[in-house]
């Protein structure tokens, strides 16, 4: 599985922070484990992350941001 990596600017770093202080509560510890990956997530994940999941009928970081963390955790841990 290919592995994206890179250094992002500091920019992007603050976006990602207020990403992730918008986020409902809970869905904080999934986005900061995702953050604490170093970005460094494999393509696969990220594509998942920002597609449409048929079952979620959104992209899951959608349905996280609506507050549907206990729905997106157990899709995903399905697919592992």
Not at 10 to 30: C, H, S, W
Not at 44 to 70: C, F, H, M, N
């Amino acid at each position: 599985m290919p592995v994206v990596s890179f250094a992002p600017s500091q920019d992007f770093l603050n976006e990602v922070r207020t990403d992730i202080a918008a986020l409902p509560q809970g869905a904080v510890e999934i986005a900061a484990a995702l953050v604490s990956m170093q970005f460094a997530l494999p393509v696969a994940l990220v594509d998942w992350l920002i597609a449409e999941e048929e079952s979620l009928k959104a992209s899951p970081v959608a349905a996280l941001k609506a507050g549907r963390k206990a729905e997106v955790r157990r899709i995903a841990q399905a697919l592992l």
